[in-house]
Nanobody, 124 residues
Framework: QVQLVESGGGLVQAGGSLRLSCAASGRTFSRYAIGWFRQAPGRERDFVARISRNGASTYYADSMEGRFTISRDNAKNTVDLQMNSLKPEDTAVYYC?????????????????WGQGTQVTVSS
């Protein structure tokens, strides 16, 4: 089992940056791909980015490509999401999640472990 805890959220002006971190407990962290998702009020949980369990493969939602960067450090059991050029529409609760698939998928229901989320608010 893997426990995930997100941190790094906050309030930032449009055009600014934030770095989210997902810290995992458990010795099996490197067996899981990790995804980031976000959910705005009244909306479904959307895919943001994912990284394979060995870190070699990453994939982003179209609207995040070029602005967000996902990375992981299996020695430290962490996955980070660097978010640049933030826009008001990026405002949401951001979640990290673990997928038993080695590459990682884009559908929330395929992820088995979830963190509690961290709020990101981008002001205009």
């Amino acid at each position: 089992q893997v426990q995930l805890v997100e941190s790094g959220g906050g309030l930032v002006q449009a055009g600014g940056s934030l770095r989210l971190s997902c810290a995992a407990s458990g010795r099996t962290f490197s067996r899981y791909a990790i995804g980031w998702f976000r959910q705005a009020p009244g909306r479904e949980r959307d895919f943001v980015a994912r990284i394979s369990r060995n870190g070699a493969s990453t994939y982003y939602a179209d609207s995040m490509e070029g602005r967000f960067t996902i990375s992981r450090d299996n020695a430290k059991n962490t996955v980070d999401l660097q978010m640049n050029s933030l826009k008001p529409e990026d405002t949401a609760v951001y979640y990290c999640a673990a997928d038993s698939d080695p590459i990682g998928r884009v559908t929330p229901r395929q992820y088995v472990y979830w963190g509690q989320g961290t709020q990101v608010t981008v002001s205009s």
